[in-house]
């Protein structure tokens, strides 16, 4: 497992996903196809599954080697639910190549195909963002209740800038009123602990877009 820790939005999460369990759930999905979709099994059977390393990506339909690829890095965090609509996912990129004779990539082609098998015809990129990386340091919201607001995970900061100490003049962009002089630095194992507490609301964020120091 890799050096990074891991808290869930959603409390109910439970186990991560292992590779064995992408192996079946991917049989399974083999035999949906097979048995429901009998011309688009047809046309893939010949396509491997393969366990990739890419880390912004959860699945790879490679035509060439006829492999669709699943990047445990992030999908060993998602749902089940998730894992089986990736895998469909990709199914349905390799049969919109094999059945079409070209890629759509998510073109109507694609839609059509990914809708038909019972895949979310959307891209995938955004499961997995209630993930939190571990880090050395947290920006949060410091609410006047004394609750704190997740912003971001961040491995550095400016030597200037104390912990537990609201940064004067800081606000979120499109939340002034509510945030200025509110944001604050504090330590991974703070976080962690006010998250158990149940005193960090969290709402991932594109800090370095939003926030205005």
């Not at 699945?59 to 469909?88: A, S």
């Not at 955004?126 to 949060?140: E, H, M, P, R």
Request: charged residues 30%.
């Amino acid at each position: 497992m890799d050096n990074y820790a891991y808290i869930y939005t959603n409390p109910k999460t439970k186990k991560m996903i292992t590779k064995d369990t992408v192996i079946q759930t991917w049989n399974e999905c083999q035999l949906k196809l097979k048995n429901k979709f009998t011309e688009y099994h047809s046309s893939i059977k010949e396509y491997q599954l393969k366990f990739g390393k890419k880390r912004k990506a959860y699945g790879t339909c490679k035509y060439r080697t006829k492999t669709i690829e699943i990047h445990m890095y992030l999908c060993k965090h998602v749902k089940l639910e998730d894992l089986i609509d990736t895998i469909l996912h990709e199914m349905a990129h390799a049969i919109d190549m094999e059945v079409n004779g070209y890629c759509s990539k998510h073109g109507s082609n694609w839609k059509k195909i990914a809708e038909k098998i019972g895949s979310d015809p959307t891209s995938s990129s955004s499961k997995g963002n209630d993930i939190i990386k571990k880090s050395k340091y947290v920006l949060a919201i410091l609410n006047n209740d004394g609750s704190f607001e997740y912003i971001c995970s961040k491995h550095r900061k400016s030597r200037s800038i104390q912990l537990n100490t609201p940064l004067n003049g800081a606000w979120v962009v499109g939340r002034k009123k509510a945030t200025i002089s509110k944001l604050i630095y504090i330590t991974w194992s703070r976080f962690t602990e006010e998250y158990k507490s149940g005193n960090m609301n969290i709402k991932t964020m594109e800090v370095d877009k939003t926030i205005n120091l």
